[in-house]
């Protein structure tokens, strides 16, 4: 059995502080995804979660993208948050045919649900019954991960539900969420697995006002991780995992060290070589 693939970035290509720390300073933001590209082979598009894009933007994405780099997107919230998966075919099937613009790039689209209060749901069985309809028509050629922020509806039961149709968990490393690490189930019930490094947020934004550095030290959390992509890989399944700016304080930095603590273990090569460029700066000197 060939090891999966594991596919590394963080949330969204672009944050506060990143200019100078991670995109070198005077390259116009419009180069921004061209040069994430080749330092990452992968990145989760947080802007889809708040409007679907349109077909002009998800071109550009895949024109300024090399083959082989990977879009992982979310869901709208007019279908996760506000409709919760009634009333929405039309806003999917808009989403869903102006995503697949992506075609190979397309990874995992993720359903990030929010958390459920009583009045809305009075347990899981009811958010159940909604879901799974929904689930069986979803296209079987694409991949797609749930993720829920209500930690007492995650047990064997619910991993049951979404293996049945090939659904990704979403393992989230947050604050208040149960440890994917030691969840009481197998975490693996698709053809991949889907990672999101997302920290305290309330921690970490009582630090900085800007993302252009570490703050807070997970060399323990990552290095479990990569024990559990090890054994993972070796299943033959894909790894796609995530790094927001909330976990360390600044995701590129996150990303690297995950890829240093890796390679300390002798391990084979993991993510991609930046090639060398010039700054743009040096660049128009150059031609003054």
């Known amino acids: 059995m060939q090891d999966g693939h594991i596919y590394l970035g963080t949330s969204s290509f672009t944050a506060t502080g990143w200019e100078g720390s991670f995109y070198p300073r005077g390259l116009k933001s419009a180069d921004y995804l061209s040069y994430y590209a080749e330092h990452f082979d992968s990145v989760e598009v947080d802007s889809t979660f708040y409007a679907c894009p349109s077909e002009k933007t998800v071109r550009g994405w895949a024109a300024k993208t090399p083959e082989g780099f990977i879009f992982c997107v979310k869901v709208p919230q007019t279908i996760t948050h506000e409709n919760v998966l009634v009333d929405c075919g039309a806003e999917w099937s808009e989403f869903l045919n102006t995503i697949d613009i992506l075609g190979p790039k397309l990874g995992p689209i993720v359903f990030q649900f929010p958390y459920f209060n009583r009045a809305l749901f009075r347990d899981r069985e009811p958010f159940v019954e909604r879901l799974v309809p929904f689930l069986k028509q979803l296209p079987r050629d694409h991949k797609f991960a749930v993720e829920l922020r209500n930690k007492d509806w995650l047990d064997g039961d619910f991993a049951y539900v979404l293996r049945q149709f090939g659904v ?16 009481p189930f197998d975490p693996i019930i698709a053809d991949f697995i889907y990672v999101r490094w ?58 690297r060290k995950f890829i240093e603590f890796w390679g300390k273990r002798g391990l084979p090569e993991i993510g991609k070589k930046p090639a060398p460029r010039k700054s743009p700066v040096a660049q128009h000197r150059l031609f003054e």
């Open 168 to 183: 990704a968990l979403v393992l989230q490393d947050r604050s208040w969420m149960p440890d994917p690490l030691t969840l």
């Open 198 to 255: 997302l920290g305290n947020r309330q921690e970490i934004e009582a630090m900085v006002q800007k993302w252009d550095k570490v703050v807070v030290d997970r060399t323990e959390e990552l290095n479990k991780w990569i024990d559990l992509f090890l054994k993972t890989t070796k299943r033959g399944v894909t790894v796609y995992a995530y790094a927001n700016n909330h976990y360390q304080g600044h995701g590129p930095a996150t990303i």
